[in-house]
């Protein structure tokens, strides 16, 4: 096992803290955007940027609703996010164990 | 999906970020990341992310003390010299549904901060499962002044130790039912501790079910502060 097995859609330091973040909401609960902004700490554009790439993996899920003033956007961790983040956890665990 | 929003969202006061911020924002796709660090990192926002979303922060129990304490022990102090018992005065009772009223705001408020999603549905339905079995407690009370039941149970004895004993036991057999132990032995206990305090007489109930419901409550505290440590 190398660092570069592991998936590299999450062994990124924002993309890992996003997945983690989510990870720790019950499952089937979504989480503001602008929460997860506050508690990752990235500007919108870049958190945008990371999750347009987590979505397109499938691994969030970007739910909008409503408009203009009222409209609000939530993320939630799919189930293949989940799956994906506890095989990241025990490659790395394995990695750094071999280490 | 908007069923996931619940009343308790408050809606945004500014336009959605998502919609206002550009994407041509670069990822750091090349940033090294050893896998210690990744390790380390993982761990430090897990543990971040678990207290953000706790359903119930640590300031909810020491606040219950603090409430309980201060409704049963004005109600004693009115009743504590009736002879014979006529039950509390006008401004204890004020007192004590005052304080109550202070605690539902307090909780609401926390709960607010809570997610979105199939957990805060769950919850809602949960708050309004026990709002309607405390409701019935009171009924109950209404019954008894109906049949002019004497005052020292309608007005002394059950007020203080019905709602711990009904609502007490309800939640000790849901929260058995999911298998979370420490909650279910909590409101057990305070099933227990109504019981006995039944015995106390119709002024004294107040004070040692406010006094044991204070202690009990500030061991749940410690016990969580504890867990949260470990």
């Known amino acids: 096992m190398t660092a570069e097995e592991l998936d590299p859609l999450i062994h990124v330091p924002a993309r890992l803290r996003i997945v983690a973040t989510l990870a720790a909401l019950p499952d089937g609960d979504s989480l503001s955007f602008t929460r997860l902004q506050d508690m990752i700490g990235l500007t919108p554009g870049n958190l945008i940027t ?5 979505e397109d993996a499938r691994y969030v899920g970007i739910e909008k609703t409503g408009n203009g003033q009222a409209s609000r956007t939530a993320v939630v961790l799919t189930q293949q996010g989940r799956t994906a983040l506890e095989s990241y956890t025990a490659a790395l665990r394995d990695l750094l164990g071999e280490l | 999906m908007s069923e996931r929003f619940d009343m308790f969202s408050p809606p945004p006061a500014e336009p959605d970020p998502w919609d206002a911020a550009s ?9 090294e990341l050893d896998p210690r660090e990744a390790a380390a990192m993982l761990a430090q926002t ?3 992310a678990e207290r953000q979303f706790e359903i119930r922060p640590p300031i909810l129990l020491p606040a219950a003390a603090v409430t309980v304490l201060i409704a049963y022990g004005a109600v004693w102090l009115s009743v504590r010299s009736q002879h014979p018992y006529s039950g509390p ?3 204890a009772l004020a007192v004590l549904y005052g304080t109550l009223a202070v605690w539902i705001v307090l909780v609401t408020t926390v709960l607010r901060r809570a997610l979105s999603g199939r957990s805060s549905r769950q919850r809602r339905l949960e708050g309004i499962t026990f709002a309607a079995i405390w409701i019935c407690v009171y009924v109950f009370q209404g019954a008894l002044h109906h049949a002019d039941s004497n005052h020292a149970i ?7 130790v019905a709602p711990l004993i009904v609502v007490g036991s309800a939640a000790a057999g849901y929260e058995a039912a999911r298998e979370n132990r420490a909650q279910a032995g909590f409101a ?3 099933v227990v501790l109504g019981a006995l305090a039944s015995f106390a007489g119709p002024a004294d109930v107040w004070a040692v079910t406010g006094v044991g419901l204070c202690v009990l409550l500030l061991i749940g505290a410690a016990a969580q502060l504890w867990r949260r440590r470990a």
Do not use: F, N, V
């Open chain 1, 50 to 54: 990371h999750l347009r790439k987590l």
């Open chain 2, 23 to 31: 994407e041509t924002a670069r990822a750091d796709d090349d940033a």
């Open chain 2, 46 to 48: 897990t543990r971040q």
């Open chain 2, 89 to 91: 005065t006008g401004t």
């Open chain 2, 154 to 160: 309608a007005y002394g004895i059950y007020p203080a």
């Open chain 2, 188 to 190: 057990a206990t305070a």
